[in-house]
Nanobody, 117 residues
Framework: QVQLVESGGGLVQAGGSLRLSCAASGSAFSINTMRWYRQAPGKERELVAAITRGGTTNYVDSVKGRFTISRDSAKYTVSLQMNNLKPEDTAVYYC???????????WGQGTQVTVSS
């Protein structure tokens, strides 16, 4: 079992920045792909950013150039640096990892990001 805990969410004005972090813990495990999803009110959950075991990154078009995903394999963490935030970025952000050996997906509890105009 793997537990994921997100932190760094909060309220920020448009144009501001936030940095989300997700820490993984549990028994012996290794991490394949790490992802950030978000779900806005009344909307379906969408993939925001992903980073592979080899460091390849991918972003949804709406955040390209503004968000940066990174990982620290030694610390079993993934972060999402969010710059130039817009009101449409308001959502609950969820950390997701795929465990390398079992291929199981694990989810964090979500952290609220609210961007005011």
């Amino acid at each position: 079992q793997v537990q994921l805990v997100e932190s760094g969410g909060g309220l920020v004005q448009a144009g501001g920045s936030l940095r989300l972090s997700c820490a993984a813990s549990g028994s012996a495990f290794s991490i394949n792909t790490m992802r950030w999803y978000r779900q806005a009110p009344g909307k379906e959950r969408e993939l925001v950013a992903a980073i592979t075991r080899g460091g390849t990154t991918n972003y949804v078009d709406s955040v390209k150039g503004r968000f940066t995903i990174s990982r620290d394999s030694a610390k079993y963490t993934v972060s999402l640096q969010m710059n130039n935030l817009k009101p449409e970025d308001t959502a609950v952000y969820y950390c997701n990892i795929n465990e390398y050996s079992s291929s199981e997906d694990y989810w964090g509890q979500g952290t609220q990001v609210t961007v005011s105009s």
